[in-house]
C-alpha cells in the first residue's frame, strides 16, 4: 500500500526507519516538525538524501561560507557560488564555467564505473550552466604503486575515465595522479570539467513562470545507486551491509552525448526557462532544487516517469541515481519544438510535472498524494552542524620532526644516482600509460595538455582566446599543516596557471578529507578551508564553487587532507602559451625566485627515508603573485620560450621534465652560495624555471630587477654536450656543475618505466 | 567556387567539427550531412568522420553503417564519389563493405592516444595524391578497436594491388595485420584510414600540420576533374 | 512469444585479446590447465507470434548482417517456441 499524506495524517505513532536512511533523531523530529505531521515514506526518502552530508555539504557549510565572506572584489565572476558551476567573464562576449567534484567512493566499489559516472555527473553539471563542455581533467589518488588494491584500482578507474571521456568527445587536457599509503581503500577520483558560452546563453538552475512545465528528458530511471549517495559517501567503509538494490551507477556515455547535443540545441533555440541535471539524489534533488530558486512551487506527477524497471516503487523512483538525465522547465507553447529536438537526437522526454506558486512541491503516484513539502527546507534548508574540532594532540610532535637529520647525498655519485632514483619515483615518473589511454585532440583546440603545467584550450577560434587550468594538491604539506597546505595548494595551480602564459582568474576546490565526525580531522578541514580562502583573498582570485568529500578513511585512519585546489587562468591568444620544452641551442635557463633548505613533506623525504614531519614550505603568497605577472609578462611579451613551475622533486625535477619533453640537453650548474643537494631537490615554493633566448636576456632580466625578483642564471640548452661528456656524437646529456653528466636516454629509461612495467602486460 | 565536402554526422560522432574544419583550412566547403537524411545534397565527396557512433554498440559501426544516409553514400561511392572514412569512418566503410576486412579490439585492450609515425604507400588514391609515395608522416592516432584484420588471401591481394594506403612505422599501436593503418578500393576513391589527419592540421593543435594533404588531395582532384 | 537465441563468436583464425584476458585471469585465479579462452556475445530475443518462413529467413539475414560481422564472426541460432521453456 502507497503511503500517503492522508495516510501519514492518520497514523502519526508509525514507526519509520530514519536511522537506516541516515537520519539523527533530532532530524526526523525536525522534519516532523516542518511538516506539522509524520513524513510519509516517499517525503523520508527525500529529506534523507537530501539531508545527507554528499547532497546538504551539514558538516561543511559553516566554514565554506568563508569563501562568499572572504572572495575578493572583482568584476570577472558572472555567477558564483550556490549555482551548479561558478561562471567567469573571460572577455570577447566569452564566459567560462568550470568545476571538480568527488566520486570517490563508487570508485572504490567499481572502479571503472565510478570513475566513468563521476565525469558524467561533472559534465552535466557544466552542461546545465547552459555551457558546451569543452574539456575534463582527472586529480586522482592512489595507495602505494605496487599495493594489490591499487593494482585493481587503477587500471579500472583509468579505463572508465578514458571509456566515458573519450565516448563524449572530451578532450582530457591534465590531471594529478598521486600515490601515498593513506588513500590505501580510499583512492580518489575528482573530475573537473570546463565548459564555454556566450555571455547571453548563461542559463540557471530555476523553475520560472507558473504554468511552465517540467520535463525530465533523457535515460530512462532504473534502480541505480539506491541510496548510493548518503549509503556511501556519508559513511566509512565497514564489514557487511547487504542491500537489496546495486548501490553502483553504471553509465552510458553515448545517451550522454546525445544529451550534450540535444540539450545544447533546445538552449540556443531559447526552448528552455530553467535547467537542472540530475545528480546525487535524482528526482528529488532536482524537484527541489528547481522549485526553491523558482516560483517557489511544482506539482510533480510521479507515475509520468520512463522507468527501465517496472517495480520500482515512488521512494526507489525519487531516490534513483540513473545517470544521463536532465530536467528542463519549459512553457506550454515551447514544448513540442523541445519535444521534437529531444526525438531529433533520440533522447526520451516526457512532462513529469508543472510549476506553480503554491510554495509546496507536491507529488503524485497514481493520483495519491505522497509528497507534500515545502521545497527550501529539502534543498536549501537542511541541518548546518557545528561539528566540534580540535588541533590533534600529535601535530605539535609531527611538526617538530624535522628532515634535517635525514642522511643526504653529498658525493657527485651519491647525488646522480639520487637524480636517478628520484625521477623514477612513483609521484614523479612519468604517467604516460595512465594520459595516453585519453583522447586529447578531440575538438580540435587542445593547445597544451599533460605533461605541460597545464591544460590550455582555444575557446575563440578566431582571435585566439583561450583559457588554462591546473589542479594541484600537496596531501602532506597539509598533513604537517592544513592551513599552509591549502594555501600552498593554490599557490601551486596558480603558479602553474602563470607558467602557461595565462592571468589566473578564479577558483574552484575538491576537499577530501577524512571523517567530519572526527574532531582531528574537523580541524584539518577548518583549517585548510581557512586557508584557502585567506589565500584566495591575498591572491585576488575567488572561488567560484566547488565539492567537498567527507569519510574518506577506514576504519580510523584518514587519509592525508588533501584539498585539490584548480586554478583557471585566461589568455588572449593560445598562440603566446609558454610550453614546458625549452627552444634552440644557446637559450638560457634560468631559476626564478628563492631556494631555501625546505624538505618537510618533500618527495625526497618521503621516497628515500619514508619520512614525513616538520613544517612545510612557507607560502608566500606576494611572491606567487609577483612570480605570476613576471610569467605572463614573459609570455605574454615574447621573452620566453619556455617556463615551468617547481614543485614535487624540485628544480631537478623540472629540468629533467622540459629536457626530455624537448629531447634536447642542457648544461646547468649551482648558483654560488647554494648546497647542490638543496638546489636539487629542496621544495621551496615561490619558483620556476624559465627559458630566454639570449636576444631576450636583457629585457627579461631587467624586468626581474625592476620588480625585484630573484633571478638566477643556471643553465644554457645545449644539444652537443655528448663527446665532452664521454659519449657519441648526438647524446643529449644533461650536465649538472662538474659534478655529474647523465644521458637523457638514461633519465627517460628510469622517468618512463615505473608505472609501464606495474601495469603493461 | 570550392569544391563541397560532406561530412556526416551519426549519433555519436566526435570529430566532425574537426574534419570540418580541415576541410577548410584546405580551401573547401565544408557540408554538414544529417545520418537520417539519404540527400547527399550534391557534395562532391564526403568523409565519414571518427567517434563512437551509437556509441560502439553491438560493433563499431555496425548501426551506423544502416543509416539512411548510408544507403545513397554506398550507391554514389560505387559511381565514384570519393570517400574517406577517419577511424570510426574506416569502421563504417567495412561494415558497409565498400572495403574489405574489419577493424578488432586493441590487442592492448587499452585505448590508446598517440602521435604516430606512418608511411603512405599508395598515392594514387584520390585522398593521397599530394603526398610522395613513401612520404613519412606524424599525426595522431586515437581509438580502442582499431586492429584491422583480414584473410590472408584479402591481405595478399591489398598488397598486391597496391591498396595499401598507410602503414604504421616504429609502432604498431593495436595490432593491426601488417601494420597496415588504411587501405583504399580498387577504384581508388574509397579510403579508410585509422589514424586521425584532421587533428593535424594545425601546429598549434597537433604534432605537425602533416594530415592536411589528405583533404588537399581531393580539394585538387575535385579542381582537377571539374 | 517465441525466443531467438544467437550467439557470436570471433572466427577461430581471429586474435582474441580479451579471450585472453581472461585466460591469464583464470590461471592467477587458481584454475591451472585452461587451455585456450573465446569470448563472444549472446542476444536473447522475445519475438511476438511465429517465427517461420520469411519470417525466420530474415531473421537468419538479420543475424548474418547486423548481429555478426561475417567477415571476423560466425553465428549460431537457436528458435525456441516457447520463452517460458528456457532455463536460465
Known sequence: MTDTVTHAEQSPEQPQPFAELGLKPDEYQRIRDILDRRPTSSELAMYSVMWSEHCSYKSSKVHLRQFGEKAPATDALLVGIGENAGVVDIGGGWAVTFKVESHNHPSFVEPYQGAATGVGGIVRDILSMGARPLAVMDPLRFGPLDAPDTRRVLPGIVAGIGGYGNCLGLPNIGGEVVFDESYLGNPLVNALCVGAMRHEDIHLASARGVGNLVVLYGARTGGDGIGGVSVLASETFSEGGPTKRPSVQVGDPFMEKLLIEATLEVLHAGLVEGIQDLGGAGISCATSELASNGEGGMHVWLDRVLLRDQSLSPEEILMSESQERMCAIVTPENLDAFLALCGKWEVEAVVIGEVNDSGRLTVDWHGERIVDVPPRTVAHEGPVYERPYHRPPWQDALQADGPDDLPRPSSAADLRSTLLAMVAAPNLASKSWITSQYDRYVLGNTVLAQPEDAGMIRIDEVTGRGVAISTDCNGRFAKLDPYEGARLALAESYRNVAASGAVPLAVTNCLNFGSPEDPEVMWQFAEATRGLADGCLELGVPVTGGNVSFYNQTGGTPILPTPVVGVLGVIDDVDRRTPIAWGPDGELVYLLGDTRDEFAGSEWAHHVHGHLGGLPPVADLQRERLLGEILVAGSRDGMLTAAHDVSDGGVAQALVEMALRSGVGARVWIPDGIDPFVLLFSESAGRAVVVVARTEELRFTEMCAARQLPAYRIGVVDSGLGPDAGYDAGTQVLQVGDLFTVTLDELAVAHEGTIAALFAS | ?226 | MARVVVDVMLKPEILDPQGRAVQGALGRLGLTGVADVRQGKQFVIDIEGDLEGERLELMHRLAEELLSNPVIEDYRMQVLPDAQDVAQ
Not at chain 2, 602521435?115 to 599530394?130: F, H, N, P, V
Not at chain 2, 604498431?172 to 574509397?190: C, F, K, L, Q
Request: aromatic share 6%; with cysteine.
Open chain 2, 1 to 226: 567556387m570550392s569544391p563541397r565536402v560532406g561530412v556526416v554526422t551519426f549519433p555519436g560522432s566526435l570529430d566532425d567539427r574537426d574534419a570540418a574544419r580541415a576541410v577548410r583550412i584546405a580551401g573547401g566547403e565544408a557540408v554538414a550531412l544529417w545520418h537520417g537524411d539519404d540527400d547527399l545534397h550534391g557534395v562532391d565527396a564526403v568523409v565519414l568522420p571518427g567517434g563512437f557512433s551509437y556509441g560502439d554498440y553491438l560493433r563499431c559501426g555496425a548501426i551506423a553503417r544502416f543509416a539512411p544516409v548510408m544507403a545513397s553514400l554506398v550507391d554514389a561511392a560505387k559511381g565514384g564519389l570519393p570517400v574517406l572514412g577517419i577511424c570510426n569512418g574506416f569502421q563504417i566503410l567495412c561494415e558497409s563493405h565498400l572495403l574489405p576486412g574489419a577493424l578488432t579490439r586493441n590487442d592492448s585492450l587499452h585505448f590508446i592516444c598517440r602521435d604516430q609515425r606512418l608511411r603512405i604507400e599508395d598515392t594514387s588514391s584520390t585522398w593521397t595524391a599530394d603526398y610522395a609515395a613513401g612520404q613519412e608522416i606524424v599525426i595522431p592516432l586515437k581509438n580502442g578497436e582499431g586492429g584491422f584484420v583480414a584473410d590472408e588471401r584479402t591481405l595478399d591481394m591489398l598488397e598486391g594491388e597496391g591498396r595499401v594506403v598507410a602503414r604504421y612505422l616504429e609502432v604498431n599501436p593495436n595490432g593491426s595485420r601488417r601494420d597496415i593503418a588504411g587501405i583504399r578500393n580498387e577504384r581508388g576513391n574509397v579510403v579508410g584510414l585509422m589514424p586521425h589527419p584532421e587533428h593535424a592540421v594545425e601546429e598549434l593543435t597537433g604534432p605537425s600540420t602533416d594530415g592536411l594533404a589528405f583533404f588537399t588531395s581531393v580539394l585538387n582532384s575535385l579542381v582537377a576533374s571539374s
